[in-house]
C-alpha cells in the first residue's frame, strides 16, 4: 500500500506526539518511504519479467526446437 506525501506527514505528526521524538517518527516514516519505493520498483521489475516471459513464449513457437547433440548423427 502506497501512502501519499500527506498522508505520511499525517502519521509523522501522530506518531511523534506519541513516541514525543520527532526524530524516531520521522525514521520510521523514512522506512515506509523506502518500503513503497521497493514495492515500486518490485512491480516494475515483476511486470518486465513478465514481458520477457511473454516474449520468450512467442520465440519458442516461432523457432522451431534444434535437436538435441545427443540425437544427432554423426
Known amino acids: 500500500m502506497n501512502f501519499t506525501e500527506r498522508e505520511l506527514w499525517e502519521i509523522e505528526d501522530k506518531l511523534e506526539s ?3 521524538s520527532r526524530a524516531t517518527a520521522r525514521y520510521i516514516v523514512d522506512c515506509v518511504r523506502e ?3 521497493m514495492e515500486d520498483a518490485l ?3 515483476y511486470s518486465e ?3 520477457i516471459k511473454d516474449s520468450l513464449r512467442r520465440i519458442d ?3 522451431p526446437s534444434r535437436p538435441r547433440e545427443s540425437t ?3
Open 18 to 20: 506519541a513516541l514525543n
Open 43 to 45: 512491480d516494475v521489475m
Open 61 to 63: 513457437f516461432e523457432i
Open 35 to 37: 518500503r513503497d519505493e
Open 49 to 51: 519479467i513478465r514481458d
Open 72 to 74: 544427432v548423427f554423426r
